[in-house]
């Protein structure tokens, strides 16, 4: 059993593709885990219905707890990874790091990419970890004028 079915007692996390029905679940998760960067309503239903989109979320006890959206480029043979949250009560017991190696294992590109905010020390180590590199700064790219450290990672 892996570090990330262990929720609680009892409670296992599944992994599965997200879908429309998912929206209420996603908008709520975007507001916890992104308060300054939330997602408007439009691209929340985008990531959910457009097609070339990797979507996934986790599940524990009938709760979406995580999600991740890898919106995949096949002209460029790359991704990006669009978004991934795991709800506070939830983290550090390898939902993100589960739910990043699913996607990866889903996008047919050879090359994936994704920003994420400087400061984000905890994610940045997620995804150093987890075989990305630092391939440079995109200055004040959010809304607040934090810059955005871009990382990416060379599938095989």
Known sequence: ????ELVAPG???IIEPATWRDLNA??????????????PLWDLIGVLTLPN??????ISDGQMIGFIAGDVRPAESM???ATLGVLPEFRGRGIGRDLLQAC?????????QLNVRISNQAAIQLYQTSGYE???IWPTYYQDGEDAL?????LI
């Open 1 to 4: 059993m892996s570090q990330a």
């Open 11 to 13: 409670s296992k996390v």
């Open 26 to 39: 996603l908008r709520h998760m975007e507001k916890v885990c992104f308060p300054k960067d939330a997602w």
């Open 53 to 58: 989109v990797v979507r996934l979320r986790a």
């Open 79 to 81: 991704a990006w990874i």
């Open 104 to 112: 990866e294992q889903r996008l047919d590109v050879r090359r994936v």
């Open 134 to 136: 630092r391939a440079g």
């Open 150 to 154: 871009v990382m990416a990672k060379e």
